[in-house]
């Protein structure tokens, strides 16, 4: 089970999106499993993942309690996948963020090949996630299914908010902060990039996904156009 389950949106549109975790078991093999956690995510650097998350600590995009709101515009948008890497101090799930198959086959491939003896889960589309097991040359344990939103759905917010605030697994991305992003981008105030960038660092655990996102927010503006 994972809180990444509920990312909004039909199978297609998670061509970009890969989340591989890697996790401990309580009371299992969460001793000494601080540098095997470390090297998962070492071993994902070389196939140029596009986040990567510790929920202690949070993603490679952080915020600072040091700047204020208007220096989001002007920071450093380069993800810091060593801080991630460099700030794992506690048994957690961890997880490495992919925007192709290919790039999640071949982290696959090398976690595999390490046998770090953690439990490992792919958050995707479930045919993406078979994909990866047969490039490896491994079967699926199990696959966990979202049903969806139930109820008053027509209070939700727009499907375009929806794909955005999904992608973080703990609500911390508000839907009046997704829609002002995307009316910003409509409009030519933020490019997707500088939207996504300030979008990524409420992420508290690390597996939004900025390229995903920066599609959405191109979309929405293409249809402006």
Same mark, same amino acid.
């Given at each position: ?5 509920? *990312? ?24 000494? %499993?601080?540098? !095997? ?17 510790? #929920? ?7 915020? %600072? ?13 380069? #993800? ?25 086959? !071949? ?53 375009? %908010? ?29 490019? #997707? ?7 990524? *660092? ?18 929405? *503006? !293409?249809?402006?156009?």
């Amino acid at each position: 089970m994972t809180n990444t389950l509920h *990312r909004y949106g039909d199978a297609e549109s998670f061509y970009d999106d890969y989340i591989v975790f890697a996790s401990p078991s309580n009371g299992n093999n969460e001793v000494n %499993s601080i540098p !095997k956690l470390k090297k998962f995510l070492e071993l994902a650097l070389p196939f140029g993942p596009v986040n990567m998350g510790d #929920p202690a600590h949070g993603g490679a995009l952080r915020p %600072s309690p040091h700047l204020t709101t208007l220096a989001n515009w002007h920071r450093d948008m380069k #993800p810091d996948f060593r801080a991630v890497i460099d700030g794992i101090n506690e048994p957690a799930s961890v997880a490495a963020i992919f925007d192709s198959q290919e790039a999640a086959e !071949k982290f696959l491939k090398a976690v595999v090949e390490a046998d770090l003896g953690l439990s490992v889960n792919i958050s995707t589309s479930v045919e993406g996630a078979q994909q990866c097991c047969r490039f490896v040359g491994i079967t699926r344990h199990s696959v966990g299914y979202s049903l969806g939103f139930e109820g008053a759905t027509e209070k939700l917010p727009n499907t375009q %908010s929806l794909k955005i605030t999904t992608m973080c697994g703990h609500g911390m991305i508000s839907a009046s902060l997704a829609k002002k992003m995307i009316d910003w981008v409509k409009e030519g105030r933020r490019t #997707p990039t500088e939207a996504v960038t300030y979008l990524a *660092r409420f992420c508290s655990c690390g597996v939004f996904n900025p390229a995903r996102a920066r599609r959405v927010l191109e979309d929405a *503006r !293409k249809k402006m156009e």
